[in-house]
Nanobody, 113 residues
Framework: QVQLVESGGGLVQPGGSLRLSCTTSKSIFNAMAWYRQAPGKERDLVAR???????NYADSVKGRFTISRDNAKNTVYLQMNSLKLEDTAVYYCNIHPPFRDYWGQGTQVTVSS
C-alpha cells in the first residue's frame, strides 16, 4: 500500500509564499498532482506534473504556483507565491487521475491578514 504524506502548510499573509511537500512511501511513476478543498467546496485539481515533468495548472493559480518532482526523493513539491485569501484550503497530493486509496490527511493552508 502506497502512502502519501503532505506537509508544509501553515498560516500566511496575503502575498506570502509557502512550499508544500508530498512524500510517497514508494516510487510512483504516474503523473502526480496537487488538489485542494476549501470549506464547503469540492476537491479541485490545482496542478499536475507528468513523469517527464510536463506541467499543467488551474487557471486560478497560473503564474503563482509551481509544481515539481524529485523522483530520487519520492517527493512532489508545490511552490506557492503571491498567495491570496481564496487559496485557503486543505491541500492534498495524489496521482492523476486520483486513486481513492491514496488520499492522505492533507495539509492546511490558511491565507489571512
Amino acid at each position: 500500500q502506497v502512502q502519501l504524506v503532505e506537509s508544509g502548510g501553515g498560516l500566511v499573509q496575503p502575498g506570502g509564499s509557502l512550499r508544500l511537500s508530498c512524500t510517497t512511501s514508494k516510487s510512483i511513476f504516474n503523473a502526480m498532482a496537487w488538489y485542494r478543498q476549501a470549506p464547503g467546496k469540492e476537491r479541485d485539481l490545482v496542478a499536475r506534473i507528468t513523469s517527464s515533468s510536463s506541467t499543467n495548472y488551474a487557471d486560478s493559480v497560473k503564474g503563482r504556483f509551481t509544481i515539481s518532482r524529485d523522483n530520487a526523493k519520492n517527493t512532489v513539491y508545490l511552490q506557492m507565491n503571491s498567495l491570496k485569501l481564496e487559496d485557503t484550503a486543505v491541500y492534498y497530493c495524489n496521482i492523476h487521475p486520483p486513486f481513492r486509496d491514496y488520499w492522505g490527511q492533507g495539509t492546511q493552508v490558511t491565507v489571512s491578514s
